[in-house]
């Protein structure tokens, strides 16, 4: 009996062949899955980076000419300072409009499970199809928002002549449809929240402002994390709606990074450079793995809250 325990209470002791075998696969569908879909593709992806390709004729290696070109490339550096602009200014007002309509939403108030699926619905829509869509609201001559603005004695608005107001319809598309579902991100962690906290600072006297920065937010740090670092990411790499909204116009002043590397991979003509587009991928790569990298390490004090 006393030998059994001891064995029993042994650690580190080698597995049977059986839970060896159980191990490797267990871990054997992520490790291949890294190995077809990461590995294999960014292998590829470097090595038609030193090559100068368009798709017909030969394959010449330049090795590092390529990446020095991306240096040299005024509207792929615009298209970079585009893409920051772009994905700060939206989240500027996305996030903060998605937590206090979560906050509301959490509340008890009428009719509130129509606003969570009203809210929610935009994120069901197709990019591509919304692009569209708002290409035609906002149209200079026979657009939904200029007749209203004409209507009622106005002006109508070109909205896609200037880069600023180009860019600033990109921003109001891409709020209406992400914020919905960043809504429900918090409130499933405000759900999280203890009710008593609440009552227990309503007794205090706590305002419902107080309330909302001394247990909301911190609390919600972990979410809040993981919300954000999501919308960064995805702002970064838009592109489809870019492509069916502006495509670039005017003058590349809403092109972003993910849209000038898909005109070079995928776009007939001259403008078609298998090396070129490689390149630009891997500087491309590095600077959103910065961002992350960044962000991680300015943030990692909030995942610590709970």
Do not use: C
């Amino acid at each position: 009996m006393k030998d059994t325990k001891v064995k029993q209470a042994r650690t580190g002791e080698r597995p049977g062949a059986v839970e060896l075998i159980q191990s490797y696969l267990m871990v054997a569908g992520t490790v291949i899955g890294i190995f077809v879909f990461v590995a294999i593709p960014l292998a590829w992806v470097i090595r038609y980076g030193m090559v100068k390709y368009k798709g017909y004729g030969k394959v010449k290696y330049v090795f590092l000419e390529n990446i020095v070109k991306v240096f040299q490339d005024s509207v792929y550096w615009k298209s970079v300072l585009n893409t920051f602009v772009f994905a700060i200014g939206k989240l500027l007002v996305e996030i903060p409009l998605a937590l206090v309509t979560a906050f509301i939403l959490t509340r008890k108030i009428k009719f509130r499970n129509f606003f969570r699926a009203m809210y929610f619905m935009p994120s069901m829509i197709s990019v591509a199809i919304m692009g569209v869509v708002f290409s035609y609201l906002f149209a200079h001559n026979t657009g939904v928002v200029n007749e209203i603005i004409k209507f009622f004695g106005g002006q109508p608005v070109m909205w896609f002549s200037s880069e600023k107001t180009s860019m600033l319809m990109l921003m109001v598309a891409s709020i209406w449809q992400n914020f919905g579902l960043n809504m429900l991100f918090f409130m499933t962690g405000l759900q999280s929240i203890d009710p008593a906290m609440y009552e227990a600072a309503t007794v205090d006297g706590a305002s419902n402002t107080r309330q909302f920065l001394s247990i909301t937010l911190p609390l919600l740090g972990p979410v809040l994390q993981m919300v954000l670092m999501n919308a960064i990411l995805g702002s970064l790499k838009v592109t489809d709606l870019v492509l069916t909204f502006t495509n670039g116009r005017p003058n590349h002043g809403t092109e972003v990074m993910m849209t000038h590397i898909y005109k070079k991979w995928f776009e007939t003509g001259s403008a078609m450079d298998y090396g070129y587009g490689a390149a630009l991928t891997i500087v491309t790569a590095v600077i959103l793995g910065a961002v992350t990298l960044i962000y991680l390490k300015t943030t990692n004090k909030s995942a610590d809250v709970y």
